[in-house]
């Protein structure tokens, strides 16, 4: 096995935002619930450790990691082992982040999101200049609705040059041509994230040389496919590894389709995949 991706996703589900466009985060995790994540989160960290080929890992949860110790704790141990090439983590960047000072800045990301509403617009903004002056990499993103546009745009002009500003198509909207312009002035590469893209009989990365993998180890082959591939703490999976189209009719999600094969993505975010950072010219990213 060259390297493995693996999009990790645990049963965390509490979050500290209430966003109303978002579909994560509607749950308040017990007790219980989190001692279990924590349990979940540390075994596949050991995993990690104990592997001999490249992984790079992508923390995905359903709620808000970096507000509990043990997501921290596992970016930190895992940036600093040599086969690990890249460690990130999607967060609303509502904790402190003097914690990323103990990791090693050249495999620790941050894929952050804005969500004006939720977070004073002058606190978010100084944790990216305080992640930009630490050395951290980290990518900047905010929903493309139209009540955001004016926040976008703040923030695009007041963070750092090389600091990616991402955006996303907000979930089943449709963008005539002018807003879609207003967005791309944003951001460049809005334009692939503006609608769905067929997949269905497409070669996708997922299920090959990239797996999402949940808290009790079951590995598929992304997180929108359903389909068991194995387990990853026996070891099952490995033999359905290999190349195979995706069976679904549409991606309409960044994790999904950066990994589709004919939108050469690896090539827009080189050196940047896991943490949505493209090849940048000038401070800004390349038009796709």
């Not at 807003?179 to 769905?196: G, H, K, M, Q, Y």
Request: overall charge neutral.
């Amino acid at each position: 096995m060259d390297h493995l991706t693996i999009l990790y996703r645990g049963p965390l589900a509490s979050c500290d935002y209430d966003c109303p466009y978002c579909p994560f985060a509607k749950r308040r995790d017990t007790s219980e619930q989190l001692r279990a994540d924590r349990a979940a989160l540390e075994r596949f960290t050991a995993w990690v450790a104990a592997r001999e080929h490249p992984v790079s890992v992508l923390f995905t949860p359903w709620g808000e990691g970096l507000v509990r110790s043990w997501y921290r704790r596992a970016l930190v141990e895992l940036s600093h082992l040599p086969h690990v090439e890249r460690v990130a983590i999607q967060t609303n960047l509502s904790h402190r982040v003097s914690w990323t000072s103990d990791a090693d800045p050249s495999r620790l990301a941050l894929w952050a999101t804005y969500h004006p509403g939720q977070v004073p617009y002058e606190r978010f903004l100084g944790k990216c200049r305080d992640l930009h002056a630490r050395g951290v990499r980290f990518s900047v993103g905010i929903v493309g609705q139209l009540e955001h546009l004016d926040a976008a745009r703040r923030l695009r002009a007041d963070l750092p040059a090389d600091a990616y500003l991402w955006v996303n198509a907000a979930e089943g909207r449709r963008y005539d041509d002018a807003e879609a312009d207003a967005w791309t002035a944003i951001d460049p590469l809005f334009p692939v994230s503006r609608n769905p893209h067929p997949s269905r009989g497409r070669a996708c990365r997922t299920g090959d040389t990239v797996v999402s993998v949940d808290g009790d180890g079951t590995v598929r082959r992304c997180h929108f496919v359903p389909t068991v591939l194995g387990n990853l703490y026996d070891g099952t999976f490995r033999d359905a590894l290999g190349p195979r189209p995706c069976p679904l009719a549409t991606c309409d999600c960044h994790i999904g389709y950066v990994h589709l094969e004919p939108l050469r993505l690896y090539d827009a975010f080189a050196g940047g995949v896991l943490e949505r950072i493209p090849a940048l010219l000038g401070g800004r990213a390349r038009p796709a």
